[in-house]
C-alpha cells in the first residue's frame, strides 16, 4: 500500500524550480505532504482532501488528481532552507496512513 | 505542550532479547501509529490505531506487537528482537478527523546486535 514517490533524489540550485510526485495503487480519501530534515521527525506541511484540490504554502503548492489516484509537490524558487526528504502520505481507508520512500532535495546556492 | 513522547531515545538490543518503545501524546487524538524507517525504503507503517481498544496490521506487522493502552498511550512490543528490526522507530498521531495532520515524535534508534 506504500505510494510510489519520484523523483528519488534531485538536487537544485537556489532560485529553480521542482515537481515530486506521488502515486498510489489503491483510491486515496486525501493526501498528506511533509518534510524531514536529517535526524529529526517529519513535519506536516499541507493536506489535499478532495479530488482536483490545490493548496499553496509560500513558494510550496501540491495538486491531487482524484481519478488517477496521484499528487504532486511544487516547489518554486527553491530555498537553501528546502532541503530536506519529502514525503507523501496517502489515506486509503479508516484512519490509516501510509507514507512514500521519499524523495532527497538539495538545494545548492 | 509535549505533543507526541517517544521513549527511549536510543537503545542497543542483543538478538532474542525483548522490549517496549512508548508512545504518549497529550493532544487528545483519536489516531495513532508506529513506523519505522530504514534508508531508502521511507516511513513504513508497522501497526496503527483508529481508537482507544483498536488495532490494525500495517504494511510489515511481523514480528511486533502493539498495545493501545488507553487514548494517550500506544507501545510497541518486540518479543524477540533481530538485526532485520534495526531501524528508526517513529510514533505518530492524528485526531482522526479527516482534515488533520499526523505528528510525529521524534524518534527511536534501535540497534540489534
Known amino acids: 500500500q506504500q505510494p510510489v514517490q519520484s523523483p528519488q533524489a534531485v538536487i537544485l540550485r537556489e532560485g529553480e524550480d521542482a515537481v515530486i510526485n506521488c502515486s498510489s495503487s489503491?483510491?486515496?480519501?486525501?493526501v498528506h505532504w511533509y518534510r524531514q530534515k536529517h535526524g529529526e521527525a517529519p513535519v506536516f506541511l499541507m493536506i489535499?482532501?478532495?479530488?482536483?484540490e490545490q493548496k499553496g504554502h509560500d513558494k510550496i503548492s501540491a495538486s491531487f488528481n482524484e481519478k488517477k489516484q496521484q499528487s504532486s509537490l511544487y516547489l518554486t524558487a527553491s530555498q537553501l532552507s528546502y532541503s530536506g526528504t519529502y514525503f507523501c502520505?496517502?489515506?486509503?481507508?479508516?484512519?490509516?496512513?501510509?507514507f512514500g520512500t521519499g524523495t532527497r532535495l538539495t538545494v545548492i546556492p | 505542550n509535549a505533543g507526541v513522547t517517544q521513549t527511549p531515545k536510543f537503545q542497543v538490543l542483543k538478538t532474542g532479547q525483548s522490549m517496549t518503545l512508548q508512545c504518549a501524546q497529550d493532544?487528545?487524538?483519536?489516531?495513532m501509529y508506529w513506523y519505522r524507517q530504514d534508508p531508502g525504503m521511507g516511513l513504513r507503517l508497522i501497526y496503527y490505531?483508529?481508537?482507544?481498544?483498536?488495532?490494525d496490521k500495517g504494511e510489515v506487522p511481523n514480528g511486533y506487537n502493539v498495545s493501545r493502552l488507553n487514548k494517550r498511550e500506544f507501545s510497541l512490543r518486540l518479543e524477540s528482537a533481530a538485526p532485520s528490526q534495526t531501524s528508526v522507530y517513529f510514533c505518530?498521531?492524528?485526531?482522526?478527523?479527516?482534515?488533520?495532520?499526523?505528528?510525529f515524535g521524534q524518534g527511536t534508534r534501535l540497534t540489534v546486535v
Open positions: 489503491k483510491a486515496l480519501y486525501s
Open positions: 489535499l482532501l478532495k479530488g482536483g
Open positions: 493532544m487528545n487524538h483519536n489516531s
Open positions: 502520505g496517502t489515506v486509503t481507508g479508516a484512519n490509516n496512513l501510509f
Open positions: 505518530a498521531s492524528a485526531s482522526g478527523r479527516q482534515n488533520t495532520e499526523a505528528f
Open positions: 490505531s483508529a481508537s482507544e481498544g483498536t488495532t
